[in-house]
């Protein structure tokens, strides 16, 4: 028979942290707590397996389940004490679900499950503690009828404000047993109103239902949410945990808190976390009282007149930092831990990786590897390629002038400008219209998880540093500044009032997540400093590092960005940018409009000092490095003159009338120009433009050469080729002109000629093409629109519908589409090899900026990965990454 249930506590459990796919991360994690023999409150888990029968035998639970459960119960109530169910000799549990990746779309935990009216009178006898008896069976009667019986909290929360109100209290500490019970007495009116139905009394049956409600809440709609935007399979199921309950709400010498073994927003190496005194379970992140701090160092840094958990309860602090540091130690990683405290005893209720800021996993990287915890490689292995953006964000100027209106705490670093909207489908429809927004709410929850998304950043009125804003903002990247407490949020009116002034939704405001403060307007912004730890790492990746990173650039402020970030020469130069400019654009259209060879030779003389000059400053600031530039390659039209105006200027500059000038705008119309006439098709037609270029580019790289006495080797790129043919014809007009300008310089240098594969005939005739090509950049942009045939501009919204339906995963445009676009991709490259063996080839569409996607071209074997400048510090490290992977670390 399957075992469909793994016990834990009492200095030993079933499981491990090995078995993380069968007992989720929470469970496989609680297990090896117990195995290491640290305070931990018995419990089970039922495993992922029983997830995926659920869900195949229509949610239906598997037969056997029941008795194993009940086995499970007996014996953990043996190590606690207890005996499930029974008044006389009471265990409580906590019922928590938990997949291999932490979800927050999950069902919430439910806590203090077993009580009712009968248990709970026992529950006050045993504790000796009325007050708390009452509160612990309210909470559950709170969480249960949320999560299980779907009565939502906010009909509790309603209640138990107006009984406030009438006692005259402002905290939820402040009520009495007998107020508790009149609250109790109220809820249960409302729940039987609600659903026709008294609260449930039998231990039992609150027990699967709460089982039942986590397996159910795996096909949630926030959890659907979370694994699309995570990549989350759905295939993998969750965990329940069900664990005797300890107590952090009996009383002052109990509390709950979380802690993290390093700061995750600075990296430093020292405890850091937040605890409440007479408090369970979520309080602590729910923001409902302000937390206190976890050490002294943190609380005087804080500012902060509530003692620390260091100077109120030093045993348990004791053992908490020993924990913390053999937790941390065992897993050779920063922890996150939550903990309880019951009447002075620690207890520990989870450890995980913790999530971290960019800049502090750099930090705990780069301090671990010098400690000696962890090796350089496995640094390098530790930070997530994508998540190098958020230090690539924008921070205020320490010189601009700050209109402050507000402060919280930091609580995600980075700063944003954006409108203030206050719900989060406002955020999403502003995003869709290209519009920054933050997000402004009194506390976000996992239904806002597509407005954070969508916002620059956010700010919130209540709740501290694990606050659920900030835990999933520095998750996502996104500056956020929660608990700021001095602002109010008015849904109804739709303002946001600071230090007396009105601020409406639409207004514009910035945010400093590395401060807390919140500022009037926009703010000038500074660009990153990328030194110390990010250097190192970097150093490390690129130790690491097979495949070249180039960067796709044509501005001469492009270039010298891509160098600071490190990239290693240019791999695509589109030149039909540099035509758009003042003057230039009008000579260019003279060029297109000629309707003779002389004419557009007239226009394009024009255009050669202008585009030597451009390749000239390029080539010095890569000195020494490959430069690839692409000859002219969008369709014409896109440079045609439109208006009126515009027209008339190109006529009186061709001296044309413009009717006749308007007629050959006619004829130059195509119906589906991206396959049109472009790419090489334009230089067979007009082979003077590709000689024009050529000549600039050959011209700029001999005076580049002496200039910086390190010359560049361009590397002339001729795009959209499917015919050999078409290349021979185009490279025999380049390699001509490259001989003129030889013996017009009297010396000699070096260049490649090359082509662009981004068509399939392109990649099936690899093999003949690399005959005249030496070598092949693979333009996996036009390629995956052609493989498709998709236009990637009309894509968006099928696409998407695509992967709601389950269609395909990722977005081909975003990541590389492995089993179509790179088998043709892998299948050119093995071609290209066979006749030239030492071709090169590289990529440059988007995907070389995408991790998923270097990580294919490394398993091609490509010699080098170009994307946008700032992306080049994620391809630096994604290829280490892929390079350590490849060859096993
Ligand atoms: P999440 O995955 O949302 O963090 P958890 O299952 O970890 O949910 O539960 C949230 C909190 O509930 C824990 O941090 C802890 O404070 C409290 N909790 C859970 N189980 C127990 C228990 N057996 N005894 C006491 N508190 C518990
Ligand atoms: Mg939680
Ligand atoms: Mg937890």
Redesign the pocket.
């Known amino acids: 028979m399957t075992k469909w249930v793994y016990g834990f506590g009492g200095g030993s459990a079933d499981g491990s942290a090995s078995d993380r796919e069968l007992l989720g991360g929470?469970g496989a994690n609680l297990a090896e707590m117990c195995n290491l023999g640290l305070p931990v409150?018995p419990?089970f888990t039922i495993t992922t397996e029983v997830c995926t029968a659920y869900y195949a035998n229509g949610r239906t639970l598997p037969d056997g389940l029941n008795g194993q459960v009940d086995a499970a119960l007996a014996a953990m109530g043996e190590i606690a004490g207890g005996r499930f169910g029974d008044p006389q000799k009471l265990m409580l549990?906590?019922v928590?679900?938990?997949s291999r990746a932490?979800m927050?779309g999950?069902m919430?935990?439910v806590?203090n499950l077993g009580l009712n009216d009968e248990t709970v009178a026992a529950l006050a006898a045993a504790s000796g503690d009325e007050r708390f008896a009452y509160d612990s069976y309210r909470r559950f009667i709170q969480m249960y009828s949320d999560v299980v019986l779907g009565v939502d909290h906010e009909n509790f929360e309603e209640i138990l404000e107006d009984a406030k109100a009438e006692y005259g209290f402002e905290q939820d500490t402040d009520l009495s047993a007998a107020q508790w019970q009149d609250v109790i007495g109220r809820y249960n009116a409302k729940i039987e109103q609600e659903l026709g139905a008294p609260f449930p009394q039998d231990a039992r049956e609150q027990l699967w239902g709460a089982i039942n409600a986590v397996f159910a809440s795996w096909m949630n709609p926030r959890a659907i949410t979370y694994r699309r935007l995570h990549d989350i399979p759905e295939s993998w199921g969750t965990a329940v945990?069900v664990?005797?309950?300890?107590?952090?709400n009996m009383g002052d010498s109990s509390a709950?808190g979380?802690a993290f073994t390093r700061n995750p927003s600075t990296g430093e190496n020292a405890l850091y976390g937040e605890f409440l005194v007479n408090a369970?379970?979520?309080d602590?992140?729910a923001g409902i009282r302000t937390p206190q701090n976890i050490t002294e160092e943190a609380r005087v840094a804080a500012g902060s007149d509530k003692p620390s958990l260091q100077k109120l309860m030093p045993d348990a602090f004791k053992t908490l930092t020993e924990i913390a540091g053999r937790l941390e130690a065992h897993y050779r990683d920063m922890q996150d831990l939550?903990?309880?405290i019951e009447r002075g005893k620690l207890?520990m209720?989870?450890t995980r990786s913790g999530k971290r800021t960019a800049k502090s996993a750099l930090r705990i990287a780069a301090e671990m590897s010098g400690e000696g915890l962890i090796t350089n490689r496995e640094a390098v292995l530790r930070i997530e390629p994508a998540s190098l953006d958020q230090l690539l964000h924008p921070t205020i100027d320490p010189n601009a002038r700050r209109d402050i209106i507000g402060s919280g705490l930091p609580a995600s670093p980075g700063a944003a400008t954006g409108e203030i909207v206050f719900t989060s489908d406002e955020a999403e429809e502003a995003k869709a219209q290209n519009r920054d927004v933050i997000l402004v709410r009194v506390e976000t929850s996992p239904e806002d998880i597509h407005g954070m998304h969508a916002a620059q950043g956010i700010l919130t009125t209540r709740g501290g540093m694990t606050s659920h804003a900030a835990v999933v903002a520095r998750g996502m990247g996104k500056p956020c500044v929660s608990g700021a407490g001095g602002l109010r949020v008015d849904y109804r009116t739709g303002t946001l009032l600071a230090m007396g002034v009105t601020l409406r939704k639409g207004d514009i405001i910035t945010i400093d997540g590395g401060t807390g403060q919140v500022l009037k307007g926009a703010v000038p912004m500074l660009q990153p400093e990328l030194s110390g730890d990010f250097a190192s790492i970097m150093g490390w990746a690129d130790e690491a590092r097979r495949m070249k990173v180039r960067a796709n650039a044509e501005t001469p402020a492009d270039a010298r960005m891509a160098r600071s970030f490190g990239a290693e020469g240019i791999g695509l130069c589109r030149t039909e940018h540099m035509f758009f400019d003042g003057e230039r654009i009008v000579a260019m259209r003279e060029m297109i409009l000629a309707d003779t060879e002389a004419g557009r030779r007239s226009a394009l003389a024009k255009l050669l000092p202008m585009q030597r000059s451009d390749f000239l400053e390029l080539f010095e600031i890569m000195a020494g490095l490959p430069v690839t530039i692409r000859l002219l390659d969008p369709p014409l039209h896109e440079f045609l003159p439109h208006s009126d105006e515009e027209i008339a200027e190109v006529a009186a500059a061709m001296d044309v009338s413009a009717e006749k000038l308007r007629q050959r705008t006619e004829t130059l119309h195509e119906f589906n120009p991206m396959l049109g006439h472009r790419g090489c098709r334009l230089a067979v037609s007009y082979p003077e433009i590709a000689e024009m270029q050529a000549r600039a580019i050959f011209e700029a790289a001999a005076e580049a050469g002496k200039r910086t006495g390190s010359p560049v080797v361009p590397e002339v790129m001729v795009p959209l080729v499917g015919l050999k043919e078409e290349l021979d014809y185009v490279k025999k007009r380049i390699d001509d002109v490259a001989e003129t300008v030889m013996k017009e310089a009297g010396s000699r240098f070096d260049y490649l000629v090359g082509t662009m594969i981004e068509l399939p005939r392109a990649a099936l005739r690899a093999g003949l093409i690399a005959e005249a090509a030496e070598f092949f950049s693979f333009g996996t942009n036009d390629l995956t629109q052609t493989t498709y045939g998709i236009s990637r501009d009309d894509a968006s919204s099928f696409l998407e519908t695509y992967r709601q339906k389950g269609l395909i995963e990722k977005d081909p445009f975003v990541s590389i589409d492995v089993d179509g676009v790179g088998e043709l991709v892998r299948m050119a490259a093995e071609k290209g090899r066979g006749t030239r063996p030492d071709i090169k080839l590289g990529i440059c569409g988007e995907h070389g900026g995408d991790p998923a996607s270097v990580e294919f071209c490394e398993s091609v074997g490509l010699d080098y990965v170009s994307c946008s400048p700032f992306r080049v510090p994620i391809a630096r490290l994604a290829a280490a990454q892929a390079a350590a992977r490849a060859e096993g670390i």
């Open positions: 929470k409150p419990g549990v906590s928590r679900s938990g932490s927050p999950m919430d935990t806590l945990n664990q005797a309950m300890v107590f952090g709950t979380v369970q379970g979520e602590v992140v939550e903990f309880t207890w209720l989870q």
